[in-house]
């Protein structure tokens, strides 16, 4: 941009004028021609100039020069000139233009609004009821720069339908088609913006900010919206204030330094400053007074290139500003047609062929357009020459200019409708109208707004001087250069704006206070995740679903039953091999050995028909393992149960004989042994097997099993089992065993051993208390132990018994069949032949004494 001032000046000197005179700069700002547009531009300010203490409507004279204003004015000249220029457009039309000063105060640009409403060739307003054919002094207004102003004239051209397009207002009320149908941007809302700011912030982790509007409808506006987007995307603000505009005197410095005072004592990093460049101003001034300390900046576009901000003594140490900027098609050209346009406003010949081309409402009615404007010199606007919101002036004249072309069906030859347009005709084309500037091509949409992307721009200071640096883009989405980035912070670390640190994996948040970004971080137990970084409670999992401590994710759950290979199962097995090899085992020598005395003392047939149901008895285990189905939950109880009662229904035919041989007297001796041994003695069998039998069909009946899938029991695995529903049926269920195996302990716990015979009364003691043992222990271990393994001590507790009945019972008489055969006779077993232990005393002492061979085994072998 230096080298722009050279030019001015050598065009100046080229037309032989002196730097400083006064111009007629300000006679440029209108031109006759078909078709007027209006302009309202700030090129002055009031402050200072007390508008408020009017007491009456006189005119008011704003002082203080904008340059940026009076080139947004050169802006729409110089594309009102191109448009001229062009054949293609508006062939054979002129556009004119009439450019006014809006001082940035309503009360300045009431009066040009009224006169761009007066009717064509005078300066007054009619009153119709119809204005369908009232054609005012202009077709289209460009601009006010401002929200604040456009949100007036915007009401008061919408009354006449007169289509008004601003340059510079982004308030998103301004997109409300109800109260604003002919308002149309060339810049987009602000709602885009600050949605761009949101992304800003969620990119950087940044969600406890602090947020600042200026008191305007720009400002307010801007942190309404901005804290709807914030909150629905998880982000707090810590603080919100508004920052008084300057002329509000009065309320200033109180309330900045209210606003400063909060901010500076918070632990807020990051600071959203959506306000006007004046309040911008205002505020940093204060910053820099207070000694503010440095924290990251996210600024509006009203203020980001204002070089009333950046121009701030000390604001190089403010901190990191970061802001977005529309990006518009370059105007290369500009800066010289600026430079023209003064040199030639400081040549007297041209002025005066202004005068005379130009003739228009007179001074005395408008009042001076910029007088300040004549008394300028390139130096004044070389800072804002390439100001992006100039092409955003550009292209509204092309925006109003298309709509023109489409309303008169132009072509290449010319625009053939003849009746002049009306503001309301022009209206009616903009809707949804695409027209190019340059090289962008834009369009209006059903709000009158249009779509352009943001560049992400970042203050970088190299001494005084100051760069806009873009790191980014948004057009929807953002995309970040952090390489790019230069941070305020030691070591250019990326600064934290938290209130609490990120939780971990698998926590949730617990809320402190009103923040939700102020929290405690929780650990999700097993049985609960955390679905979303931002969830504030876990969230359980399904049934069929499990998760560890402090899970992110939940598993499927795996089935869970005694499974045939589980170490605790296939130990099992190896004890259901060996008791039934060795039940399998008795059984075949007592088979082999079935006339020996020790069978026909056992029973012969009895025997093996109980060591054949103790064989059943292990066989019945195998229905405990595996998948649990409706048939083997059903079966197994039965079937374990019924051959166990075979089994001790012989043993009590046993310890029934004994008892009758040893404790009744002789003479029922002969009566009960013959129907202990006789048909009878399977008579009890059948009735005992028959009453358990009962009992079994009672319990399925009236209390089946049933397959239970148990989901709440283990943490990790679904429970597949067999539910008793009942466990006194399932004690009643024992109730014969337990009958038969007591009857067999009241009938050989006392009886004496008689000498010189087999000792059956021991083994078949020994054999109920095994049996007892078994189950007593089986109901603690049962209840206590996992119900997931109640299975295994179920086949345990059968098994032991089995053991236990076979070792105490058949194992020493299988031992005195194989290794002790010489005492497999009548007289040790049946008591029967010589020297019978069944004889009287009498005949016992009338045998003739003589030594007795006593057998080489113990008689209670």
Request: charged share 15%; aromatic share 10%; hydrophobic share 45%.
């Amino acid at each position: 941009m230096p080298g722009l001032i050279p030019l001015g000046l050598g065009l100046m000197a080229l037309l032989g004028l002196t730097v400083g005179a006064p111009l007629c700069l300000s006679r440029q700002l209108r031109m006759q021609g078909d078709y007027i547009l209006g302009g309202l531009f700030p090129m002055t300010s009031a402050e200072g100039t007390g508008l408020g203490d009017r007491t009456y409507p006189e005119s008011t004279t704003c002082k203080r020069f904008s340059a940026l204003g009076l080139l947004w004015a050169l802006a729409v000249k110089m594309a009102v000139e191109e448009i001229n220029n062009r054949p293609d457009l508006l062939p054979g039309l002129r556009l004119g233009y009439d450019l006014f000063d809006t001082c940035a105060e309503p009360l300045v640009a009431m009066k040009p609004s009224l006169v761009f409403l007066a009717k064509a060739g005078s300066r007054d307003i009619a009153a119709y009821c119809n204005y369908t054919q009232y054609q005012p002094r202009v077709l289209a207004v460009i601009g006010p720069y401002s929200s604040e102003l456009a949100l007036i004239t915007g009401k008061f051209f919408s009354f006449f339908l007169m289509p008004q397009v601003s340059y510079g207002a982004s308030t998103d009320r301004l997109s409300n088609r109800e109260m604003f149908p002919s308002f149309f941007r060339t810049v987009p809302s602000d709602r885009v913006q600050l949605a761009a700011m949101v992304e800003l912030l969620l990119a950087f982790g940044w969600n406890w900010v602090a947020a600042v509007g200026s008191d305007d409808e720009y400002g307010r506006q801007g942190l309404s919206i901005f804290s709807s987007l914030a909150s629905a995307r998880g982000i707090c603000i810590a603080h919100e204030g508004l920052v008084p505009l300057p002329h509000r005197q009065s309320m200033l410095p109180s309330q900045v330094q209210k606003v400063l005072q909060v901010v500076n004592q918070s632990s807020v990093q990051v600071v959203v400053l959506f306000a006007s460049a004046r309040a911008a101003h205002t505020f940093f001034g204060y910053s820099i007074h207070s000694q503010l300390e440095p924290k990251v900046w996210v600024a509006s576009e009203a203020w980001l290139s204002s070089n009333l901000i950046s121009m701030l003594p000390g604001m190089a140490q403010m901190g990191t500003v970061l802001g977005f900027l529309m990006r518009g098609a370059q105007l290369p050209e500009f800066p010289g047609y600026v430079a023209t346009r003064l040199a030639l406003a400081a040549d007297p010949a041209f002025c005066t062929s202004l005068d005379a081309a130009q003739p228009g409402l007179e001074e005395h009615v408008v009042g001076p357009r910029c007088p300040q404007c004549n008394h300028i010199t390139m130096m004044n606007l070389s800072t804002g020459l390439l100001h992006h919101q100039t092409f955003a002036a550009y292209a509204a004249v092309y925006g109003v200019a298309q709509a023109l072309h489409n309303t008169l069906h132009c072509n290449a030859l010319g625009c053939p409708a003849h009746e002049p347009v009306r503001p309301w005709q022009l209206l009616d084309r903009m809707y949804n109208m695409s027209f190019q500037a340059r090289d962008l091509v834009l369009a209006f949409d059903a709000n009158g707004n249009v779509d352009m992307e943001y560049d992400l721009k970042l203050w970088v200071w190299r001494g005084q001087e100051l760069e806009f640096r873009t790191v980014g883009t948004f057009n929807g989405q953002l995309q970040l250069y952090p390489s790019k980035i230069v941070w305020h912070t030691t070591g250019n670390q990326e600064p934290v704006s938290q209130c609490s640190r990120q939780c971990r994996k698998g926590q949730v948040r617990r809320v402190k206070g009103s923040h939700s970004c102020c929290y405690d971080c929780i650990d999700c137990r097993a049985g609960t995740y955390r679905h979303n970084p931002d969830d504030l409670f876990c969230t359980p999992c399904g049934l069929e679903e499990w998760s560890p401590d402090r899970s992110t994710r939940c598993f499927p759950r795996k089935p869970k039953f005694l499974a045939w290979g589980e170490p605790i199962t296939l130990g099992l097995l190896v004890l259901l091999g060996l008791v039934l090899g060795l039940a399998l085992a008795a059984l075949g020598l007592f088979i082999h050995h079935r006339d020996s005395p020790m069978v026909r003392a056992s029973g012969g047939p009895l025997a093996c028909f109980g060591l054949a149901c103790l064989g059943l008895v292990c066989l019945s285990v195998l229905l405990f393992p595996g998948w649990p189905s409706p048939a083997s939950c059903l079966a197994q109880q039965p079937l374990s149960h019924l051959p166990l009662t075979g089994c001790l229904s012989t043993l009590f035919l046993q310890a029934a004989e004994t008892f009758v041989e040893s404790e009744l007297p002789r003479g029922w001796t002969g009566w009960l042994q013959g129907l202990l041994r006789g048909p009878g003695a399977w008579l009890v069998v059948l009735l005992a097997i028959s009453a358990e039998a009962g009992l079994c069909t009672w319990y399925l009946v009236v209390f089946p099993p049933e397959v239970v899938t148990n989901w709440q029991t283990l943490p990790q695995e679904v429970l597949v089992h067999c539910r008793v529903r009942s466990w006194v049926s399932f004690g009643l269920v024992h109730a014969t065993n337990a009958t038969l195996a007591f009857l067999c302990f009241l009938g050989t716990f006392l009886v004496q051993s008689r000498p010189n015979r087999y000792n059956r009364a021991r083994g078949i003691t020994f054999a109920t208390l095994a049996y007892f043992i078994t189950w007593i222990s089986f109901v603690p271990l049962f209840t206590n132990v996992h119900i997931a393994y109640q299975p295994a001590v179920q086949m345990g507790a059968i098994l032991i018994c089995a053991l236990g009945i076979l070792a105490a019972v058949h194992l020493p008489k299988c031992y005195l069949l194989l290794w002790q055969p010489a005492l497999n006779t009548p007289e040790f077993f049946l008591g029967e032949g010589p020297g019978a232990v069944g004889e009287t005393r009498e005949n016992q002492e009338s045998v003739t004494p003589g030594p007795r061979r006593s057998p080489t085994v113990s008689p209670t072998q």
